[in-house]
């Protein structure tokens, strides 16, 4: 019964069968018939006979009127490819401000132009596309109606240019590298621009200041003079060939060299349905993880890197909440290699996703082989929400032929079924979701399940959000991320805005929130009351200041400083208050800095106190340098004393176009006693064709003794049939 009144609770919300926000703003898109060429100058005689979309309206600092900063933007199609021409004209010089040439910047700290598109005209999915003003390229797949994940790549190509008046981005964007439903004449589209300089952020279609520029809740039409043509036969195959070295020094372990081939494959099939094929896959080019400083009880979240999974992420890696996933693709191929997998996504027409996956990972002397598999339907409902139907399989291969050891070791199979139903209202006022999951094991464990529920509510001035959670007693998620077991979870918090007219601060007001953990029979084990005081500057500067209240009843024993040190005793309770203070300076500065302070209380009448800074400074376009710093200082009573420990992170990050990058950091983390070092370079050849050389060393601090050592050199090639 508490179930459902739960998922009752959450649905009940009143949904909105309301048509798009901006349906007035209406761009023809039209045919041409010869290639334009691509070289960041609008002198093509095609341009000339369209239609502009400008006048674009402010976003911020305030959305009451027209940007004061002029865009032009044209597009048009041929057979091929979607062309896009942006004019983003200087509203005081020449100059710019970007970061760097490096691909997906951050969106906040370059002059930029990005589009934003929903070929499927579900007001939920779609493509982001756009540059900054030295030419630096963004791409992302977008989701949950707003959201864009850059780790997405694809086959497209764009110029940009300066002049004395504007600076131009003109791009070719082929059918074949997005995604889109067959013989619909009208998509969602709108454009963004950010000028730093003049702190003013706008888009073409008026869209809220509490929401941003890429909410596909507000887009305008892209009208097409006839349905987009069928991209035909689209198959990409994707070799990578691999040399490389590695060893460890402390296993005194004998160098080992490498070489490898393998590769993916996409297959189209029909114009929003994409299958992913991949043999021996290898992710050494990926970037590793940011260390951070781990004082928790529980298992950190570190994000999918991998590109393979990503397309369509959001129907296998969105179920749940940040702090409960029925799937976590991390937990695939988690230092035991992959054979081969498959990946189905993408749309079936109108209303319905599928999401598949099927992966088999490489048996060793510790454990067997396992397949690891995933499906997701998901249909949509009223205006912008979705109810999707999960299930989750591992599943070990030849079980029965393993040791009665393994088999003691090594579970036989885990699985998830559940749904989810995500609330998004036509106007993004309301926004929610009620996940529920079922674990099943070979063991038939009893009371195996587990539950989200969210619910938000945002106005100009307004916004309150309700979280909540519970996670049996023998739920299990193998394929998931369940940092811990047998609780309910409520989060609810509440924030109001003040505008004040002519000022420096842009908005200013409180938040205040909770969050909470009981026992399955309601008895309190955690509680954290926090009240903060947020400020947005005209300069795009943030600062904040906050009070947070905390209550701990242990349910295991821990160690506070968490470097192996002697444990607090299962069922202590703890009780301290802390303040703190965070700052983020102006963007569009070449030297840019934040800082967050934190100081109170801490567990056993302890005290913490916490300073945490990141410096940056950029030489535009071609170099970025950043440096991190995370200090700590613990005070507790025997046997701990006062514990110190810095975790410092230099990087430099030098362009040297916008298709060769190198990228350098060090990790010193005195937590863990390591020292990593990371250096790659990155030139891409073609588009989505890359040569990667990557260099990684991890040391003791003292003595400077090597631990391991890795170097890899890897070709990837993107080949179009």
């Known amino acids: 019964m508490n179930r459902l009144f739960l998922m009752l609770l959450t649905l009940g919300v009143f949904p909105s069968f309301a048509q798009r926000q901006n349906s007035n703003y209406r761009y023809p898109m039209k045919r041409i018939d010869q290639a334009m060429i691509i070289d960041g100058h609008e002198g093509d005689a095609a341009w000339k006979s369209l239609d502009i979309a400008t006048d674009f309206y402010m976003v911020l600092p305030m959305d009451t009127s027209k940007a004061k900063v002029r865009t032009d933007v044209r597009m048009c199609y041929d057979a091929k490819n979607i062309y896009l021409l942006v004019e983003a004209y200087h509203a005081i010089d020449k100059n710019y401000q970007v970061e760097s040439l490096k691909r997906d910047f951050a969106f906040g700290k370059n002059d930029n132009f990005l589009l934003f598109m929903d070929p499927y005209d579900d007001g939920t999915n779609g493509f982001s596309f756009g540059s900054n003003a030295a030419g630096g390229q963004w791409d992302g797949t977008m989701y949950e109606g707003g959201k864009v994940d850059l780790s997405w790549e694809n086959r497209w190509f764009g110029v940009t240019k300066n002049y004395e008046d504007k600076w131009v981005f003109e791009a070719a964007i082929p059918f074949k590298s997005i995604r889109y439903k067959k013989g619909i004449t009208e998509w969602g589209i709108n454009f963004s621009r950010l000028d730093i300089r003049t702190t003013e952020k706008s888009s073409w279609a008026p869209v809220p200041r509490i929401f941003p520029t ?349 470097t192996r040190k002697d444990t607090l005793a299962r069922g202590t309770e703890h009780k301290w208050r802390s303040t703190g203070a965070d700052f983020y300076s102006q963007p569009q500065k070449l030297f840019t800095y934040s800082f967050s302070y934190r100081v109170g209380g801490y567990y056993q009448n302890g005290n913490r106190t916490n300073f945490a800074t990141e410096l940056g400074y950029r030489f535009q376009p071609y170099v970025k340098l950043a440096l991190t710093a995370n200090y700590n200082n613990i005070s507790l009573p025997s046997p701990w004393y006062r514990t110190v420990f810095w975790l410092v992170g230099p990087r430099a990050d030098v362009t040297f176009t916008n298709n060769l990058y190198f990228t350098t950091f060090v990790q010193y983390n005195e937590q863990v006693n390591n020292i990593n070092i990371n250096t790659r370079l990155q030139w891409r050849f073609k588009p989505a064709s890359d040569l990667f050389i990557v260099y990684t060393d991890n040391y003791l601090p003292a003595p400077f003794n090597a631990k391991d050592r890795a170097v890899v050199i890897k070709m990837n090639y993107w080949w179009n049939m």
């Open 214 to 562: 890429a909410s596909l809740a507000y887009t305008g039409i892209l009208v097409w003079d006839q349905p987009p043509p069928d991209p035909g036969l689209n198959v990409s195959f994707i070799p990578y060939a691999l040399t490389g070295y590695s060893r460890n020094f402390e296993k005194n372990t004998k160098a080992h060299f490498r070489k490898e081939i393998g590769g993916d494959a996409k297959i189209s099939l029909g114009s929003a349905l994409n299958l992913d094929l991949t043999v021996n896959p290898d992710f050494s080019q990926v970037e590793v993880d940011q260390q951070v400083t781990n004082l928790d009880r529980f298992e950190l979240f570190f994000p999918e890197r991998r590109q393979f999974f990503l397309e369509n992420g959001d129907l296998f890696a969105n179920l749940g909440n940040s702090t409960l996933r029925p799937f976590f693709s991390r937990r695939i191929g988690l230092g035991i290699p992959i054979d081969f997998g498959a990946r189905l996504s993408g749309k079936l027409d109108q209303n319905w996703r599928i999401g598949i996956l099927d992966m088999q990972t490489r048996k060793n002397e510790f454990q067997p082989g396992y397949n690891f598999g995933m499906f997701a339907l998901q249909r949509k409902v009223f205006s912008r929400s979705n109810i999707t139907v999960f299930a989750v399989n591992k599943q070990a291969v030849g079980y029965d032929k393993l040791s009665a050891e393994l088999q003691k070791t090594n579970s036989q199979y885990n699985r998830n079924l559940g749904f989810e139903y995500n609330l998004a209202s036509a106007n993004n006022r309301w926004t929610g979701k009620f996940m529920y999951a079922k674990s099943l094991d070979s063991k038939k464990s009893p009371d195996s399940w587990s539950h989200v529920g969210n619910l938000a509510y945002a106005t100009r001035t307004l916004s309150m959000t309700w979280q909540q959670e519970y996670v049996s007693k023998n739920y299990t998620a193998e394929v998931g991320y369940v940092p811990r077991r047998e609780y309910w979870r409520i989060s609810p918090m509440v924030s109001y805005l003040f505008y004040p007219a002519k000022s420096k601060v842009l908005t200013h007001g409180p938040s205040l929130g909770t969050f909470a953990y009981f026992t399955p029979g309601l008895k309190t084990t955690d509680r954290t009351v926090f009240l903060s005081y947020n400020f947005n500057f005209r300069s795009q500067a943030k600062a904040s200041v906050w009070v947070g209240d905390d209550w701990v009843r242990l349910l295991q024993p821990f160690d506070p400083t968490n």
